[in-house]
């Protein structure tokens, strides 16, 4: 079982304790003096008040705040309040919301030279890389905070900065560094007396000497890290420190203490609404409930953890989560799911822990180490020059005259030896800065000419499209809506015309990108050689036509390549169609109708000896035909981030049959849009309107 720590920094100027008394005075203050700077910080404190209580109150005041230092034309507080707004954003899992704000406070404190506000801003940036599993993006930050907190020397950042650089390192599996910047932050915390500090990086250690299997040394430093969070009662803290004993009684095989400890931190993460909390929680319990072989409780805890680290963008958990599930998956013989959750795990730990990232990181600790050994070299090279000097100039005695001779020409003799080594150091880095600076370019040249090609290629496909025109000819009032997910679509839609017959086909190659506009080359010829070569006139002879001629060309090494399509042929009112995988609707009177379809692909499959069906449908004026690809509907989004599905769409499409067909294209793609935020088109996407 891992142990997790929900490590937000969270910095600000200054701290407050929640209780009513302070509300009242606070908002006391906000009500005699509107425009006021103090205006600023009481609703600053007031949005602290409800933080992990009411996360609407929270943002409110946090706007507040803003809103008022912008009218207030303060700088700083500007900078302070959009801070505050990234901790905010982070608390909830935003954090690429969280980053938004914190560039602009780091902006402003870099425009000010406000050296200790900038500190915080880079613990709080490295805390949010930290919680999207950016490693390398979170230690540097720290390290730049550290530099500026030890240059300021502010003890109180400074042990901030190395606590934060420690639970990182645990992160990565590098203990002994962990251990080193966390009992350093220990002991500054202690020195400066923060409690909260000392809470924290007590934790911290904690799971450090769990991880080194001194379950002893972990448990002590655990129940004093929960000492001080009950003192202090900080619920969201009490939690974490719940979490880490619950974990530590699961690795000494005490699995009753394990779960009461695991369900009281459980307890307070739900009371705070905190999801990542939540998630954690559940995933440890699920542990247990594995370790007890009661795998259908494990399954259904890890499938909510899911949820929570899916919605807060938790990727370093939500790796846990995916082997944990596959682990519980493979122990009651479901093969196939376990295979499922492997892959995901496995692709999303790549994702997170690559070797260039590792290496960045050993990088940025050898860069800290070095720098701050040139800083103390140059420091004592400074002192011993004005001692010398000082000396000279006291001295009367011609022994002390030439100690101090001899010592300038050592201290010369080193510096003089420092400085070689350091050019020759810096002829190295440049060298190598030119070889990557070159290896950029080649890399860039290559992106490039990919990129144009795909884009040339994209001219290409498109050019094999059914044209505005040829549609608008044969299909009086109708609309396409045709978003491919990439540059190149593996989606297509086809028409053709033949004696005194239209067709129209809205076809779903294998795959997307470049592997789908291939496919859709291909698919295209091929229903072109149909109808134009062949003379087929019978949609589902087309099909059968098109289905033998991609068997005969792609499938001689058993790939199941092809395409799920709708053709129709129209005339005289009168639709004959044939459907593969792919059923198209029709709306008459405000009620769908789904039109039948053959459960087989067009290409190799099972039933691929089987002819395609043969279906008609008698249309009436007014009648709405609706074909479409399965790209609106497989398509994340919404408040849960959860697919849009087919039940919602045929309610949108019979929402808006009755508009002009010309103003449905643009209705289709606003609902699309909005519906996709700022989630990633999963497919492409097709959907053809005609009017009868």
Known sequence: MKKWVLFFVFISTSLFSQNSKVVDSL???????????????????????????????????????????????????????????????????????????YSKSEQIFKKLKNDSELTAVYVNTGSAYRSLGNFSK????????????????????????????????????????????????????????????VSRVSGNIGIIYSELKDSKSALEYYFKSLEIRLKLNSIASISN???????????????????????????????????????????????????????????????????????????????????????????????????????????LKDEIYNDNENEIIAEMQTKYETDKKDSQIELLNTTKKLQDADLKRKSIIIWSFLVGLVLVIVLAFYIYRGYKIKQKANEVITQQKKEVEQQKAIVEEKQKEIVDSITYAKRIQYAL????????????????????????????????????????????????GVPGAFMSLLNTGFLSEAIKEKKITAPNEIFNYVRKRLIESISNEHQQDGMDATLIKIKNNKLEYASANNKAVVIRNNELIELSCDKMPIGKSPKEDQSFSSFSFDLLKGDCIYLFTDGFADQFGGANGKKFKYKQLHSTLIANSAKPLVNQKAIFNTIFEEWKGNLEQVDDMLLIGIRI
């Open 27 to 101: 908002l006391l203050i906000v009500k005699k003096q509107p425009q006021d700077t103090a205006t600023v910080n009481a609703l600053r404190y007031l949005s602290w008040e409800y933080e992990g209580s009411d996360n609407n109150i929270y943002f409110n005041y946090c706007n507040q705040a803003l809103l008022l230092a912008q009218k207030l034309n303060n700088e700083s507080f500007i900078g302070t309040c959009f801070m505050d707004l990234g901790i905010a954003h982070d608390y909830i899992g935003n954090g690429d919301s969280a980053l938004f704000y």
């Open 138 to 197: 979170a230690l540097d930050y720290n390290f730049q905070a550290l530099r500026i907190a030890e240059k300021i020397g502010k003890k109180d950042r400074i042990a901030d900065c190395k606590n934060a650089i420690g639970n990182i390192y645990r992160q990565k599996n590098n203990l002994d560094l962990a251990l080193k910047y966390s009992k350093e932050a220990l002991d500054v915390y202690i020195e400066v007396n923060d409690l909260e500090g």
């Open 465 to 512: 499209l059914a044209s505005d025109s040829f549609l608008e000819a044969h299909l009086p009032e109708h609309f396409v809506l045709f978003k491919p997910k990439d540059i190149v679509s593996g989606d297509f839609y086809w028409a053709a015309s033949q004696e005194n017959n239209f067709y129209l086909a809205a076809c779903d190659s294998t795959g997307h």
């Open 241 to 347: 420190c719940y979490s880490n004993i619950a974990c530590e009684y699961y690795e000494m095989d005490k699995l009753s203490e394990a779960l009461m400890y695991h369900n009281k931190a459980l307890v307070l993460n739900e009371q705070l609404n905190n999801k990542k909390g939540v998630a954690i929680d559940l995933t440890n319990i699920a542990a247990v409930n594995t370790k007890q072989k009661k795998y259908g409780e494990a399954l259904e805890r890890l499938k909510l953890a899911e949820q929570y680290a899916e919605e807060t963008k938790f990727r370093d958990l939500l790796k846990e989560v995916y082997q944990t599930t596959a682990q519980n998956y493979e122990l009651i013989g479901d093969y196939k799911m376990a295979y499922q959750y492997h892959q995901k795990f496995t692709n």
